[in-house]
């Protein structure tokens, strides 16, 4: 009973495996995993570095803007990790809209 209703959050949330999740969702679920703090309009804010990031490949210029971005906004909370934090996020964000983003 507990499987049937985790299957039915995970497909409400659009993370379940092979389906098309927004990028904003993949944010917010990273940012949760990681314990971190972005409000939804940052994390808006960072949809499209996301999407270049994607289109460009891991080691471009728009990942590391990507990480850049993330690593301001973990220090605006005052993260003592900021730099570490930013690069896990965003790989997590990469792993999480490798199936497609939204």
């Known amino acids: ?24 969702d993949a944010l917010r679920k990273a940012f949760t995993k990681y314990n971190a703090y972005a409000d939804p309009f940052t994390l808006m804010e960072i949809e499209n570095f996301v999407t ?33 934090k930013a690069r896990q996020i965003a790989e997590y964000v990469i792993q999480l809209c490798s199936s497609g983003c939204s």
């Open 1 to 24: 009973m507990l499987q049937k209703y985790k299957d039915v959050y995970s497909l409400a949330s659009g993370m379940k495996r092979g389906c098309e999740v927004r990028v904003h």
């Open 52 to 84: 270049a990031a994607l289109k460009d490949g891991p080691e471009s210029s728009s990942m590391r803007t990507l990480v850049d971005n993330l690593e301001v906004i973990l220090r605006r909370s005052e993260d003592p990790d900021a730099e570490g």
